[in-house]
């Protein structure tokens, strides 16, 4: 998929008036209403498999709450399969994986993006033990140290039921978003994504119903 492909996927910057940016406010909202008596800080995005939209879903929520004037910072935790930098055309050369390598500091990783208010941490070069890397204690330091610095943390991971990397950053994670693709995640699987996320004792704060209208690749939620 091209850059220019990506790009088009960040519904709520090109079109913040459009009805599928709309939806990612309702969906901001529904957030904040319904998880009022807790402080959601940090907050996972992930799918069952790959290709559900999960990186779109986690790029457009991460615009939604930066044009609610709060100060968010977008992470690609997913180093298998990067796609944030590609959403917004940044460089990849410092990243998460440079960060839980302890060679750089976050803020040389951190990169302002063209949405007032939000920063983005991308993926950086692939490691060869990304599950590892996210379960480490300077993972958990670093995550309490941009909770001070952050109003909002939306992670972007790989899907939950492919490698066991979700599953660590859910048990890091004040709630976790669940983007299922419309027709093509059977309900066992779904379920059974389900249960993972209990075993972990994370937090299933919603679920993104992808693609319900095929001819609106943003779909609706």
Same mark, same amino acid.
């Given at each position: ?6 790009? *088009? ?176 995640? *059977? ?23 992808? *693609? ?10």
């Amino acid at each position: 998929m091209s850059r220019s492909t990506h790009r *088009n996927q960040l519904i709520t910057m090109i079109s913040p008036t459009s009805p599928a940016s709309e939806a990612y406010k309702i969906l901001r909202t529904n957030i904040e209403i319904s998880n009022i008596e807790q402080d959601l800080q940090t907050i996972m995005v992930t799918s069952t498999k790959k290709s559900e939209g999960k990186s779109s879903v986690a790029a457009n929520l991460a615009v939604a709450y930066a044009q609610s004037n709060k100060k968010v910072l977008l992470i690609d935790a997913d180093m298998r399969n990067p796609a944030q930098h590609h959403i917004f055309n940044l460089s990849n050369r410092i990243g998460l994986s440079s960060l839980l390598n302890q060679k750089f500091e976050w803020s040389d990783a951190a990169i302002a993006s063209p949405v007032e208010n939000l920063t983005i941490i991308t993926a950086g070069s692939a490691p060869h033990n990304p599950s590892e890397m996210l379960a480490s204690k300077f993972m958990i330091h670093m995550l309490e140290e941009l909770k001070e610095r952050f109003e909002v943390i939306i992670i972007d991971t790989p899907p939950f039921l492919s490698v066991a990397d979700a599953q660590i950053v859910a048990s890091k994670c004040d709630g976790v978003i669940l983007v299922i693709d419309s027709g093509e995640v *059977n309900k066992d699987v779904a379920q059974k994504a389900k249960e993972n996320l209990e075993f972990v004792k994370a937090k299933l704060i919603g679920v993104v119903l992808n *693609n319900v209208n095929r001819r609106d690749a943003s779909g609706y939620y």
